[in-house]
């Protein structure tokens, strides 16, 4: 029963985001897919866990970067203030074409933009073996070796999962969030 009131909460706290999404959308503020994603990125943090968390300096931040342009930034770099996830403050860092590869293995979570469709397999790349939950709406990302995708081809926003390559680097989904997920093992 435990359980059931448990995966219930983490739904209720998913479609709450949603559902905010839809009212502000509904109020003719027309929000893009990305912007959708990011409202949910945030919330989603917390059914994660990274490796060693207790190695991480209790004064730091947990970095969230945005590689690429996407209006995600803006939702993200709003949605965080004041806020933080496992006893860190969110900082979100926006990462345009051209920063240093090893600026992005910093981060906790990587979302790649859209706009970095066609360098999806070089970014990919340049994170493996880090413990950098890489995150994006790109089309087929977690089937072809990311780790979370929000799918919204469709009215109904769909979360894919792929915890085999999030696990070779120490990070799991919790139970929670891949009751309500789709999950993916290219």
Known sequence: MQ?????LRVLGSIAASVVLCLTIEARGVD???EQQTGALLLKITRY????DPKK???NSFFLVGVLGTSAVVNVLQHASKGRSVHGRPYRVVHFPAGWDVREWRKCQVLFISQSEQGRLAEILSA???ASVLSVSSIESFANRGGMLSFDTSSTKLRILLNPRIASEVGIEF????QKIAT???P
């Open 183 to 185: 999950i993916v093992d």
């Open 48 to 51: 994660v866990t990274w490796p």
């Open 127 to 129: 994170i493996e073996g």
């Open 3 to 7: 359980r059931v009131v448990s995966t």
């Open 31 to 33: 929000l893009s897919p």
């Open 174 to 177: 919790s139970s929670r969030l």
């Open 56 to 58: 991480a300096d209790s």
